[in-house]
């Protein structure tokens, strides 16, 4: 079918109007451009100089993604790819199904292979490519270009799909910037903590046990600000740092969150065994190993997926894990959605407090917690207990709370509420009843709303809750799951022997497989085992460059001394 073909003229119904191919005018009247729903996507005295003119003022930098928005015609493609860098990538996207058909036959034969057009029409498959070219690592940001006017008919549209590309883009980066400082760290807590998960039980199998509502508590100071006798009311989960805040104020936790794999997270469990020792721990498997030792009562054990690794798979493939989390990065995230999991229906509330990922000048947490505490410790003559040094930090902004006062926060703190926002605003029954703090895009309600709502779910209950019951009768038998992180253990001890001796021997290896390259056999072994190089600057990729692999060899033998 030709185009002249597909454009038929405008009858008049505008749900029916079909884009109308019409040539331009003067000393353009041998080109063409499109009248479509009542407007021209292209001038009508010169077609290309919009485009052209905005190609030759956009600076683009290497390995960038391009967004060509509503391509139409494809005028100015061949001035674009003349001045893009080769390491840049071209994505086209056109929403209106007609206009994507018109592209479609339009695009020069000689550009096929280099440009990937892609309709709205399945937006999870868009959403997929493009995070399967972020991955490659090749791609550091995205620019963003129309073609035509064709944007116009659907603005926002296209405006969302940019902003989706970019969050992904700079997600990865921001993602390869973690794994880099901790991804290192994080494996090794994953190998020494396996040991301790025979005694423990998987979140998965604690889900819906909960008949009463539960409390997220957070550290932050609008947990100063919620009364005890409402905290009593509800199964308390607090995150680590608000523990021992709750415990000196005579509240009974009934679990804690461990997601932080740092030495400093330690401080938030000096003096628990003092007060209560029926405290359940929900721990991340990458959380530090000595908290689990710490906490001598029942384990609940969950998984954040870090990384889209296959040694993480390889966890949950021999059932060692059930599931995987969504690396929320922030343990009052991880706490809200361990709560929203473990309510027996959608109808028993969720409150949370203490999130509140702001301050107010002087003030950054709720008194009792280790960062209030600290600041007590060192309060002298020059050193007010106030810590108004975090107030004027860099990269520390003001923004409106809750009751439009101005608070303090920062660039990594709102994206833990903007995240929040993300995951759990189209949450039933999920209520915020901090004072203070960003708005969380959760109903907001006060504390004498809150106790009827706890009043009403109490007068609906028949069963009490028996808290032990979550330890107990879930728990998975923990001779298998021992075998298991066993058989784990044995097959990483052996695979690590066996690439220490191909690096080391190279082809004359007792190790290789004369059946393969020795290349093809080391990309087998290491492409299982990430951990060895995921921490790498350069690790979002296997390579089996001499400078890689030498790096890979160095790490075998730490790795080795984390097997039991």
């Known amino acids: 079918m030709t185009i002249s073909q597909t454009l038929v003229t405008n009858q008049g119904n505008e749900h029916n109007e079909k884009p109308l191919l019409v040539s331009a005018s003067g000393d353009f009247s041998t080109v063409k451009t499109i009248q ?41 493609l061949p001035e674009l790819m003349k001045k893009l860098p080769a390491s840049c990538k071209v994505i086209a996207i056109q929403d209106d199904p007609a206009l994507y058909s018109i592209a479609t036959q339009c695009l020069p034969q000689e550009y096929k292979d280099s ?36 944007v116009q008919l659907n603005a926002p549209l296209y405006t969302a799909l940019f902003s989706g590309i970019q969050e992904i883009t700079a997600s990865f980066w921001m993602n390869r910037i973690t794994l880099v400082k901790m991804g290192r760290l994080f494996s090794k807590n994953i190998f020494q903590n396996l040991s301790a998960m025979d005694k423990g039980t998987l979140l998965s199998q604690v889900c819906n046990t909960i008949h ?149 000048l002087g003030k950054t947490h709720a008194k009792g917690t280790p960062a209030h505490a600290a600041r007590l410790f060192s309060a002298q003559k020059c050193v007010p207990v106030e810590n108004y040094a975090a107030s004027f930090a860099p990269g520390v902004f003001s923004v409106a709370s809750k009751s439009h006062k101005p608070m303090m926060t920062s660039k990594s ?10 995951f759990f605003h189209h949450v039933p029954n999920l209520y915020d009843i901090g004072k203070s703090g960003v708005p969380l895009h959760i109903p907001f309600i006060q504390n004498d709303t809150a106790e009827h709502i706890i009043k009403s779910c109490a007068n609906s209950q028949t069963q009490d809750v028996d808290n032990t019951l979550i330890a107990q009768e879930k728990s998975l038998n923990g001779i298998e799951r021992k075998e298991k992180i066993a058989g784990f253990y044995e097959n990483e001890k ?49 390579s089996t460059e001499l400078s890689f692999l030498k790096r890979v060899r160095a790490e075998i033998d730490f790795f080795l001394k984390q097997i039991p």
């Open 36 to 76: 479509y729903k009542n407007r021209f996507l292209y001038s009508k005295y010169n077609p290309f100089r919009t485009i052209v003119s905005l190609i030759q003022a956009t600076s683009f930098l290497e390995n960038s993604i391009i967004v060509v928005c509503s391509p139409c015609l494809w005028y100015g």
């Open 115 to 150: 440009i990937t057009l892609c309709s709205t029409e399945n937006l999870l498959a868009l959403d997929d490519y493009i995070r399967t070219i972020v991955q490659t690592g090749q791609y550091k940001r995205a620019v963003r270009i129309d073609f035509s006017a064709g």
């Open 413 to 422: 703190m709102k994206s833990y509420a903007d995240s929040f926002a993300r």
């Open 212 to 360: 009463k509502p539960i409390l997220v508590c957070g550290a932050g100071e609008s947990l100063d600000d919620t009364p005890s006798e409402l905290i009593a009311q509800c199964f308390v989960l607090a995150v680590d740092a608000a523990l021992i805040a709750l415990l000196q104020r005579n509240i009974h936790v009934d679990a804690v969150v461990s997601l932080e794999s740092q030495y400093v997270i330690q401080k938030a469990y000096i003096g628990v065994e003092s007060f209560q020792d029926d405290i359940l721990l929900f721990a991340d498997i990458a959380s530090r190993p000595s908290v689990v030792h710490s906490m001598q009562n029942k384990t609940i054990w969950f998984a954040s997926e870090f990384s889209q690794a296959q040694f993480l798979s390889n966890l949950k493939n021999s059932h060692i894990i059930d599931e995987f989390i969504p690396p929320l990065g922030s343990v009052g995230l991880a706490a809200t959605l361990i709560a929203i999991k473990l309510r027996q229906t959608q109808e028993i509330p969720v409150f949370v407090t203490g999130l509140d990922f702001s301050y107010t």
């Open 494 to 542: 052996k695979a690590l022997q066996t690439i220490k001796d191909l690096l080391i021997h190279g082809e004359s290896s007792s190790k290789r497989d004369a059946g393969i390259s020795l290349d093809t056999q080391l990309k087998r072994l290491l492409s299982e085992r990430e951990y060895l190089f995921l921490h790498f600057p350069d690790g979002y990729a296997l």
